[in-house]
């Protein structure tokens, strides 16, 4: 497994500098920052299930704020929705809801 390959398709794009910069300024931002990089995260992956030869990562475009922002959210709700259902499910009878 070749841990560096991330890293190195991040810096591989010619703006990688001033993705890293937008992505920073995001991280500032209290809640909804995170949940931006969450989002722009989604979109590179979806791309690279898309294209799986694609060889670095997408341009952090501060225009597309809120699109990021709503993918964020869905990502975040389904992963804290499957890991509240595998709770439920190993959790004791009585604190389960009906």
């Known amino acids: 497994m070749d841990f560096a ?21 995001c991280a500032l931002i209290p809640l909804i920052g995170y949940l931006v990089i969450t989002g722009y995260m989604a979109q590179c992956l979806a ?12 341009e952090f475009d501060f225009g597309r704020f809120v699109p ?12 804290w929705s499957s890991r509240c259902r595998s ?9 389960r809801s009906s």
């Open 47 to 58: 791309e690279w299930e898309r294209d799986p030869e694609k060889q670095e990562f997408s």
């Open 5 to 25: 390959q991330p890293f190195r398709l991040f810096f591989r794009h010619p703006k990688a500098w001033m993705n890293l910069l937008l992505l920073g300024v």
């Open 68 to 79: 990021y922002l709503t993918a964020g959210f869905g990502s975040s709700s389904r992963f």
């Open 87 to 95: 709770f439920c499910s190993d959790s004791p009878p009585e604190w």
